[in-house]
């Protein structure tokens, strides 16, 4: 079972910036699209920026300009640079594998990190 450990969030103003880490346990699955999901109070988790095994990205129409997504393959580690926040970016993030043959579908549905808190106010 992969582990999955994400950090970096914190409490910012808007407009303000900040960088999440996910360290993966396993390097299984180095290979594999990554993506980062985030869940705000009372709402769905919901897609956020997803990036292949070959380093092509792809990202939410509400996130498109403002976040980037990276990863480094040699730390087992995806990057989520996050510019520009705004209240609504407020919600716990988190990474998981990308389920093959799809671009958003978590591998792990059933299994996430604790996640990282960011709370940008207004």
């Known amino acids: 079972q992969v582990h999955l450990v994400e950090s970096g969030g914190g409490l910012v103003q808007a407009g303000e910036s900040l960088r999440l880490s996910c360290v993966a346990s396993?390097?299984?699955?180095?290979?594999?699209?990554m993506a980062w999901f985030r869940q705000a109070p009372g709402k769905e988790r919901e897609f956020v920026a997803g990036?292949?095994?070959?380093?092509?990205?792809y990202y939410a129409d509400s996130v498109k300009g403002r976040f980037t997504v990276s990863r480094d393959v040699a730390k087992n580690t995806v990057y989520l640079q996050l510019n520009r926040l705004k209240p609504e970016d407020t919600a716990v993030y988190y990474c998981?594998?990308?389920?093959?043959?799809?671009?958003?579908?978590?591998?792990?549905?059933?299994?996430w990190g604790q996640g990282t808190q960011v709370t940008v106010s207004s």
């Open positions: 990036v292949t095994g070959g380093g092509s990205t």
């Open positions: 396993e390097r299984t699955f180095s290979g594999y699209a």
């Open positions: 998981n594998i990308v389920r093959p043959g799809t671009t958003r579908t978590p591998l792990f549905s059933d299994y």
